[in-house]
């Protein structure tokens, strides 16, 4: 069954330091997409990255990373050069198949709490 | 403003009563899909329309829960004699599947049922 696995309930991280939250997946398919989303206080699910099965190359998206190591099914977001604004809560998500954003399977989040 | 949009933010209802709400996709997008979130969890995917068929209903989809998108524009999630239980935040996305993009979400109506 498809399974998304986020470890940590709570992080902490130091204003302008870098900070990884981890994602782990289980899946059958061979072609997937794995994505992380913010979720601010004020509830929007906001798209951060995204990285398919088969890319080579781990997904960038301005601060965002993702560190996408396949034969261990993770993939982990790292946040680079924390900000204020990056207090919220993170998920990672899973879409199986070919068909690009097909619905989403969701891990239970890692809220991120950036101290000044 | 060209963002998913749904309306109410809020919802507080009594036990036993039905409610609905409306999410309005990004015009170009033709698949709609709705999701509820309980606290301390992720969302979960309940139904997803592409134009206005509804392609797939998930199991958490009760009798009491039924959604429409007619016209393919704007989608309605309705919920009969509402229990507690159905107490969550309830998220509506869309996606343009032409354009192989994420799905873009909206900021959830919120439901409380006293």
């Known amino acids: 069954a498809q399974k998304i696995t986020q470890t940590q309930p709570g992080m902490f991280v130091q204003e302008k330091e870098a900070v990884t939250l981890d994602c782990t997946y289980d899946?059958?398919?061979?072609?997937?997409?794995l994505f992380w989303y913010k979720q601010p206080s004020s509830g929007e699910m906001i798209f951060l990255i995204y990285?398919?099965?088969?890319?080579?190359q781990n997904a960038t998206e301005g601060r965002y990373s993702l560190n996408f190591q396949k034969a261990r099914k993770s993939a982990n977001l790292v946040i680079s050069a924390s900000q204020l604004g990056d207090s919220a809560m993170y998920f990672c998500?899973?879409?199986?198949?070919?068909?690009?954003?097909?619905?989403?399977?969701f891990g239970s989040g890692t809220r991120l709490l950036v101290r000044p | 403003d060209t963002g998913v949009s749904q309306d109410p933010r809020h919802k507080i209802t009594k036990r036993g009563q039905n409610v609905t709400f409306r999410c309005d996709p990004i015009?170009?997008?033709?698949?709609l899909y709705w999701y509820r979130q309980t606290l301390g969890q992720g969302p979960e995917f309940l139904t997803y329309?592409?134009?206005?068929?509804?392609?797939?209903k998930s199991r958490l989809l009760s009798d009491r829960f039924s959604a429409e998108r007619p016209k393919g524009s704007f989608s309605t999630l309705e919920i009969q004699r509402t229990e507690q239980g159905d107490s969550a935040m309830y998220l509506c996305?869309?996606?343009?599947?032409?354009?192989?993009?994420?799905?873009?979400f909206g900021q959830g109506t919120r439901l409380t049922v006293v």
């Open positions: 015009s170009e997008h033709n698949r």
């Open positions: 996305a869309s996606s343009d599947v032409t354009v192989n993009t994420e799905a873009f």
């Open positions: 899946t059958s398919d061979q072609s997937y997409g």
């Open positions: 998500a899973m879409r199986e198949g070919e068909d690009s954003s097909y619905k989403l399977i």
């Open positions: 329309f592409q134009n206005e068929a509804q392609l797939e």
């Open positions: 990285q398919g099965s088969y890319d080579e």
